[in-house]
């Protein structure tokens, strides 16, 4: 038996819209394993941005227990979120997100200076971008690229810091499907490579597919649809 890398027991999460209570998640359970490639579907307002939130130590649960490489995280303060977010975690969003003023090669070094303050390893920056083929653009700037080369950019700055976790929230979502292809090639490369257990989120059935382990989250409520 292994331990699972990733553990809801019982979750909640609702938002006050107006004076209403809007639920987001409702009774989630899940228990993933280091390395599963783990895709999400579900329709708008579903609740799989809120499931990601909560991975990411972005927010809270209101109830429940969300128990990330063996810590209780719900139980977590402000500031141990905000470590386990540099140090444990790597995000790879639908805009991409790159800091436009910075070059490629320095977008990829900003989650080590976050996490270090001061020391950089300049050897895993470089091999890193050679790992999703950009060395030869490190310095370039994200204008200059194109959707699928800052996705890629993207993809090497989230794995930069050894992350546990890799999460995605519609990561192709911006792409042609040929590049989207690369893309989740990359990921799920990524998840054998270095054990890391990729979390994505795609409205996409042909990408979803890809993954060994398939959900489905709907009015809050995540079903496992894993063959
Ligand atoms: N900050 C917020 N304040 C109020 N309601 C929110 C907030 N964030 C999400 N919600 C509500 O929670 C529910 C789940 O939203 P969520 O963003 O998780 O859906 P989603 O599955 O990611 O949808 P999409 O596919 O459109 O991105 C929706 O009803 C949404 O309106
Ligand atoms: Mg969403």
Same mark, same amino acid.
């Given at each position: 038996?292994?331990?699972?890398?990733?553990?809801? /027991?019982?979750?909640?999460?609702?938002?006050?819209?107006?004076?209403?209570?809007?639920?987001?998640?409702? *009774? =989630?359970?899940?228990?993933?394993?280091?390395?599963?490639?783990?895709?999400?579907?579900?329709?708008?307002?579903?609740?799989?941005? #809120?499931?990601?939130?909560?991975?990411?130590?972005?927010?809270?649960?209101?109830?429940?227990? /969300? /128990?990330?490489?063996?810590? +209780?995280?719900?139980?977590?303060?402000?500031?141990?979120?905000?470590?386990?977010?540099?140090?444990?975690?790597?995000?790879?969003?639908?805009?991409?997100?790159?800091?436009?003023?910075? #070059?490629?090669?320095?977008? =990829?070094?900003?989650?080590?200076?976050?996490?270090?303050?001061?020391?950089?390893?300049?050897?895993?920056?470089?091999?890193?971008?050679?790992?999703?083929?950009?060395?030869?653009? *490190?310095?370039?700037?994200?204008?200059?690229?194109?959707?699928?080369?800052?996705?890629? =950019?993207?993809?090497?700055?989230?794995?930069? &810091?050894?992350?546990?976790?890799?999460?995605?929230?519609?990561? #192709?979502?911006?792409?042609?499907?040929?590049?989207?292809? +690369?893309?989740?090639?990359?990921?799920?490369?990524?998840?054998?490579?270095?054990?890391?257990?990729?979390?994505?989120?795609?409205?996409?059935?042909?990408? *979803? *597919?890809?993954?060994?382990? &398939?959900?489905?989250?709907?009015?809050?409520?995540?079903?496992?649809?894993?063959?």
């Amino acid at each position: 038996m292994t331990t699972p890398i990733i553990q809801f /027991i019982d979750v909640y999460k609702s938002y006050q819209s107006g004076s209403q209570p809007v639920t987001a998640l409702e *009774a =989630v359970n899940l228990s993933l394993d280091a390395g599963d490639f783990v895709t999400i579907m579900g329709p708008s307002g579903g609740g799989k941005t #809120t499931l990601l939130n909560l991975l990411a130590g972005l927010d809270l649960p209101d109830k429940g227990q /969300i /128990i990330l490489n063996g810590r +209780k995280v719900s139980d977590f303060s402000d500031h141990e979120l905000t470590l386990l977010r540099r140090k444990e975690i790597g995000f790879v969003f639908q805009f991409f997100n790159l800091m436009p003023t910075l #070059t490629v090669m320095e977008n =990829v070094e900003l989650p080590l200076l976050l996490a270090h303050s001061s020391r950089t390893d300049g050897e895993r920056i470089k091999t890193l971008l050679d790992y999703v083929g950009l060395w030869h653009r *490190a310095s370039s700037f994200p204008a200059e690229l194109s959707g699928g080369e800052m996705q890629r =950019v993207a993809i090497a700055r989230a794995l930069v &810091h050894q992350p546990v976790i890799l999460l995605a929230d519609e990561p #192709t979502g911006n792409l042609d499907s040929e590049n989207g292809l +690369k893309i989740i090639d990359l990921m799920r490369k990524a998840a054998t490579d270095f054990k890391t257990t990729v979390v994505m989120v795609t409205h996409n059935p042909q990408v *979803a *597919a890809i993954g060994n382990r &398939h959900f489905e989250i709907r009015d809050g409520k995540l079903t496992d649809q894993t063959a």
